[in-house]
């Protein structure tokens, strides 16, 4: 449900510019835990000891896509200016006082907890009127996704994709700056230096409300299978 949602709110996060620039430069939209294998040193036979790791990852990437690029896009890296994705924090539960506002059985109306996950690197951040080194750069891209998110009627969906539907972002509040928390169960080793100056982060919670139109669901047919891609 979270990834039909996204598919309205992304395109929001990825046009958010600030002088010219996009605001969140590495934007994994609803990022999943991955565990691979990586090896970490060798026997005195010179067999590698394998240890498991765990990294976020866009939940659209394939297979191919992350051995072509890199399954660590979504870690933060001096490279990148800014990084940010979404986390999903419990069940998408079906809202029946909402549903029970609209025509009976003419919209479904689903509640999605949801993380989002910003990290910053204040100096390639380059925001008028705040030095590079401030880190109330924070607080000022907090309040400008917050602008683009809080739209009190929602974001509509395309008319020939889901008439009559729409994705409303709730704020539910800025969570306590905890590393371990938002970080500790991903393999990031020791990240300690991109957790503090010059570096920042954020995290924050929002209520996804999906109304979707009980006609979106009509029946649909299966095409013929496509045949499995091995990896190369």
């Known amino acids: ?3 039909i949602a996204l598919t ?4 929001v996060i990825n046009d958010i510019l600030v002088s010219g620039e996009l605001l969140i430069e590495k934007y994994g ?6 565990t691979v294998q990586e090896s970490v040193a060798q026997t005195a036979n010179g067999e590698p000891i394998m240890k498991a790791k765990s990294f976020p990852v866009s939940s659209t990437a394939s297979f191919q896509d992350c051995i072509r690029t890199n399954y660590q896009e979504l870690v933060p890296n001096s490279n990148y200016r800014s990084m940010g994705y979404f986390e999903q924090l419990g069940d998408a539960t079906r809202n029946a006082s909402q549903e029970a506002l609209a025509r009976r059985g003419s919209v479904f109306v689903y509640d999605i907890p949801v993380r989002l996950v910003v990290w910053l ?3 390639k951040m380059n925001i008028d009127g705040y030095q590079a080194s401030s880190h109330s750069i924070a607080g000022v891209v907090l309040i400008r996704l917050q602008k683009e998110l809080n739209k009190p009627n929602g974001f509509p ?3 020939d994709v889901y008439p009559n539907s729409s994705v409303q972002m709730i704020f539910q509040g800025q969570e306590p700056k905890d590393a371990n928390r938002i970080f500790g169960k991903y393999s990031y080793g020791d990240l300690t230096k991109f957790m503090l100056a010059p570096y920042d982060w954020f995290s924050v919670r929002y209520l996804v409300r999906l109304r979707i139109s009980s006609k979106c669901f009509d029946d649909f047919t299966l095409a013929s299978p496509e045949l499995c891609i091995v990896g190369q």
């Open 1 to 3: 449900m979270l990834n």
């Open 8 to 11: 309205v709110i992304n395109p």
């Open 29 to 34: 939209g609803l990022a999943v835990p991955i």
């Open 121 to 123: 690197n204040i100096p």
């Open 157 to 159: 969906f395309p008319v």
